[in-house]
């Protein structure tokens, strides 16, 4: 039996890959990690500083492309209504690493069950379409681990947090330029990491040009490009809209998918 415990880069998966180890001492454990090509370079400093406290690998997987290039394969832009590359970079491939027998362990805590279910539902309709045993587990949920606690280990044990959560963000995903994400991210983005938000403005205004027709990220159609304009006229803009919201760490299963 193995243990394949998902590291997303996020405090919580990282917390998880140290209870996976300290729980199951003597059995096979994997600390799985999905690279998706557009991560920010203190992700890889962050699961560098695991691997040392852990003293145990991180195995990382990688179909060789990143977001962009998966677009450009499927003539369309991953956004919040089809975010295929959180399906694609991350569950497909976890999907096809996970073998017989296997226990998969997932960083989501109590105030995210309902993802917890749905990756539960999606695990066994996987097990049942390969004829495997698959077992998945929650410990976060399961032991009533709080935000607190895992705030204490990391201190205690002397990791540096990731910088985007030191920059306001509540994810580690993609840079910060996630393709789920609403006006009030994107904008947070922007005044944050400019460089970043001005590739995915990029990314948006090529993939459009290509396709013969505006695309963009958002649900309510506003590009980045107008985003930004709307900020550099007027700084201190607060955006809402229907499509905000906290992206959560991404592993492979966004609420917009079926």
Not at 25 to 50: I, K, M, S
Not at 126 to 136: E, F, K, Q
Request: proline share 3%; hydrophobic share 35%.
């Amino acid at each position: 039996m193995r243990i394949v415990c998902t590291v997303s880069g996020g405090l919580a998966s990282g917390y998880v890959a140290m209870m996976a180890l300290r729980d199951n001492p003597g059995a096979e454990v994997v600390l799985y990690f999905n690279d998706t090509g557009w991560e920010h370079d203190d992700l890889y400093r962050f699961l560098g500083d695991l691997e040392q406290v852990l003293r145990h690998p991180i195995t990382t997987d990688s179909d060789g492309r990143n977001v962009e290039e998966l677009g450009y394969d499927n003539s369309a832009l991953p956004n919040d209504r089809t975010p295929f590359c959180s399906r694609e970079l991350k569950a497909a491939r976890l999907h096809r690493f996970v073998q017989d027998g296997d226990v998969i362990m997932f960083g989501i805590d109590a105030t995210e069950r309902h993802r917890a279910q749905r990756l539960a539902q999606r695990y066994r309709k996987l097990a049942y379409d390969r004829s495997i045993n698959l077992t998945l587990r929650f410990p976060l949920i399961e032991q009533n681990v709080t935000r607190a606690q895992i705030d204490a280990w990391y201190a205690s044990v002397g990791i540096r947090r990731p910088v985007l959560y030191d920059l306001g963000f509540k994810h580690n995903n993609c840079a910060g330029g996630c393709v789920r994400q609403g006006k009030r991210e994107w904008a947070h983005l922007y005044r944050t990491m400019p460089e970043v938000f001005a590739d995915r403005e990029r990314v948006e205004r090529e993939m459009s040009d290509y396709m013969g027709r505006t695309l963009s990220f958002m649900s309510s159609g506003l590009t980045l490009t107008a985003l930004r304009e709307q900020i550099d006229a007027q700084p201190t803009l607060e955006l809402l809209g229907d499509d905000d919201y906290s992206t959560p760490e991404c592993f492979g299963v966004c609420a917009t998918q079926q």
